[in-house]
């Protein structure tokens, strides 16, 4: 068994992926104990043909595909990944480069202990962001937090890490983009420590932010995410969560 699966989910982002799978690459190395499972979320350019063509190399071993044929949301995709894991730790982070891959691995090396006990949920703190986008982070844990009564910080930092036995609890998660935010809230709930490490957040270098970035995909993710929450609120109440 692997001791570690990192799933990074791909919809088109077909013009990163040689420098991904190339600094995924880097921050593996020579270990055997680390995997990373890409996942073609149903992408509509040539990305599962350019993943084709990476992983066919023998110096790519270290990473395998998951190909989603249809778009069901961020999270359907993330899901997805995991299932194909080995790894004793889980985790996921973006393929776009915001936050280095390399954060995935130094962050388990740091904090494996913890987590083999399957008591710890280790997650990302962004740095190096805009004052706008850290009041609107702010902004939004706040109201997260009081609106579920449960302590949430940079919903959407990544990566996120747990041990394997947490997907017991993931058969009921979203599958769009707070799949992030339940798998915080559900630490909560459970009783586990969840900790933060601080990651350097880049500039984006090729397409478009899916869940960020302009006003109004802002707009669109303030909107799906409180929808969420009450929809997550109106569950607690009746016992479905």
């Known amino acids: 068994m692997k001791k570690l699966s990192i799933v990074i989910p791909c919809y088109n982002e077909s013009g990163s992926l040689p420098n991904l799978v190339q600094v995924c690459r880097e921050a593996c190395g020579v270990r055997k104990d680390v995997e990373f499972i890409f996942v ?15 992983l066919a190399k023998p110096e790519n071993a ?33 393929a776009d480069l915001q ?28 740095n190096g962001r805009s004052l706008f986008d850290v009041f609107f982070t702010a902004s939004m844990s706040v109201i997260s937090s009081f609106l579920l009564g449960s302590k949430l910080w940079d919903v959407n930092a990544q990566p996120k890490m747990f041990h394997r036995n947490f997907m017991a609890h993931l058969d009921v998660a979203p599958h769009d983009f ?10 909560n709930q459970l009783g586990m420590k969840v900790q933060s490490f601080p990651v350097f957040f880049a500039k984006r270098e090729f397409g478009e932010a899916k869940g960020g970035g302009s006003l109004k995909v802002k707009f669109k993710l303030i909107k799906r995410t409180f929808a969420y929450i009450f929809q997550l609120r109106n569950d607690i109440k009746q016992g479905l969560r």
């Open 40 to 54: 073609d979320n149903g992408s509509s350019d040539r990305t599962q043909e350019i993943f084709n063509s990476l």
């Open 62 to 94: 270290f990473a395998k595909l998951m190909y989603v044929p249809v778009n069901q949301g961020y999270g359907y995709g993330i899901l997805q990944g995991l299932s194909l894991a080995e790894g004793e730790v889980l985790a996921w982070t973006h």
């Open 99 to 126: 936050t280095d891959p390399k954060d995935v691995i130094i962050a388990f090396d740091k904090f494996g202990a913890n987590l083999a006990l399957g008591k710890t949920m280790v997650k990302g703190e962004r």
């Open 178 to 187: 707070s799949l992030d935010l339940y798998v915080l809230f559900k630490a």
